[in-house]
């Protein structure tokens, strides 16, 4: 079974040389620690950065340097800062090739909920709400299970939804996932994690075409 940084390890294969990539709040941040280095891709965070580099070392933060989540981060070479209106003008012209978001859940639909629980405070919706209704590609990166081991890939979301019908691919702690029309299409599975186990753990729909690979990371 994968830690977080493990998720954002195979999560990193997905991205390709010359995307630009917004990363959401969380595990969605350590994304750029694990980009090959063969490659040239631009991280965009949507409180007005493009060209983000990985996390700094203990003693480099940057107090004014920060992502979307306030957390200190680097930049590359050619990096810009702007405001947010040309930040969001770039996610809703569509200039973003890959959305990496993490979620409470997702539905077996491709609804995404990842910004409210009822009756906990929000500062807001933040970015998310552009994010998923202007990206073409997007990558969820969460656990498969909640803290009381409930299935967070439902057949249904619970939680009040974020976006319909968007999330073309899910990485979990478990496995390696692709929302189809008929459901969850079981892609690869987790080092040392059965398909049963997986099928135990998913509420929604589960498709298991043939023999299921382990993820290779």
């Not at 999560?11 to 994304?31: C, H, M, R, S, W």
């Not at 490659?39 to 933060?61: A, D, H, K, R, T």
């Not at 619970?158 to 996932?177: E, Q, R, S």
Request: hydrophobic fraction near 45%; charge should be negative.
């Amino acid at each position: 079974m994968l830690d977080k940084n493990g998720i954002a390890k195979r999560i990193a294969k997905e991205v390709q040389d010359g995307f630009y990539v917004n990363l959401g709040i969380g595990i969605p941040t350590l994304v750029a620690n694990y980009v090959r280095d063969d490659i040239e891709v631009e991280f965009q965070s949507e409180n007005g950065v493009l060209g983000m580099g990985p996390f700094p070392y203990e003693g480099e933060e940057d107090a004014d340097v920060i992502n979307a989540g306030k957390q200190t981060i680097t930049t590359l070479p050619g990096a810009s800062f702007f405001d947010s209106a040309m930040s969001f003008s770039m996610i809703r012209g569509k200039h973003v090739d890959l959305t990496i978001l993490g979620a409470m859940e997702v539905a077996e639909t491709g609804d995404i909920a990842n910004w409210k629980i009822p009756g906990k405070m929000v500062k807001g919706m933040g970015g998310a709400m552009d994010l998923v209704a202007s990206a073409e590609n997007i990558i969820v990166a969460m656990m498969h299970t909640n803290k009381r081991g409930e299935s967070k890939l439902l057949k249904k979301c619970t939680l009040p939804l974020t976006g319909v019908g968007c999330v073309k691919k899910i990485v979990t702690n478990m496995a390696v996932i692709e929302v189809v029309e008929q459901g969850f299409k079981l892609l690869e599975r987790a080092p040392g994690v059965s398909v049963e186990a997986i099928k135990q753990a998913t509420e929604g729909h589960l498709i298991i075409e043939g023999t299921i690979p382990e993820m290779n990371i």
